[in-house]
């Protein structure tokens, strides 16, 4: 079954406290990108990534970081993390470059509280 | 930045076509899309236009794209209560393939 795994679906952490939320897609997809939805905001893009080991900010990328060692996998990696990044996370993935138009594919997400 | 802009609220009742508008800045997007979200579940991707049309009929959907005016619709024919849900347009950039989301609408429909 196609799809797109994230892990863990709720963290619940302390300030300060390096965590990743995994992602992995089996569609051979070379985009994959990163959001966080919050209330009133809709999803905003944290990172993305048009293909292994190449990756670019998006619209929120402070206190985030990223990695595309491998096609399938885009590790979503938080230093330290702080209150103002609990929020409900969201790894999407689709075909690029002229043989796709970007139609992306969601992990069912990723519920982050950092106390 | 650029925005993506739509109402919060839509309210209809079953049966009625819904109409949910969106208006974006950046004029180099190339495709620009609708996404659904159920309570508690991620985005499923109703369906998607390119820049150069301005009209998309996918059954009971249909969207129509201004680009003069940067103006996107999602038009819902025959309203149903499982359509109940928040609906996204979103942007891809023309010029660095990110990628830009409303705040979302939130559709009511009443039986």
Known sequence: ???????PRYLITVTGKKLTVTCSQNMNHEYMSWYRQDPGLGLRQIYYSMNVEVTDKGDVPEGYKVSRKEKRNFPLILESP??????????????????????????PGTRLTVT | GEDVEQSLFLSVREGDSSVINCTYTDSSSTYLYWYKQEPG??????????????????????VLLNKKDKHLSLRIADTQTGDSAIYFCAE????????????GTRLTVKP
């Open chain 1, 1 to 7: 079954e196609a799809q797109v795994t994230q892990n």
């Open chain 2, 41 to 62: 579940a991620g985005l499923q991707l109703l369906t998607y236009i390119f820049s150069n049309m301005d009209m998309k009929q996918d059954q009971r959907l249909t």
């Open chain 2, 92 to 103: 891809l950039g023309g010029k660095s393939n990110d990628m830009r989301f409303g705040a």
């Open chain 1, 82 to 107: 702080s209150p103002n990044q609990t929020s409900l996370y969201f790894c999407a993935s689709s075909l690029a470059g002229v043989l796709g138009s970007y139609e992306q594919y969601f992990g």
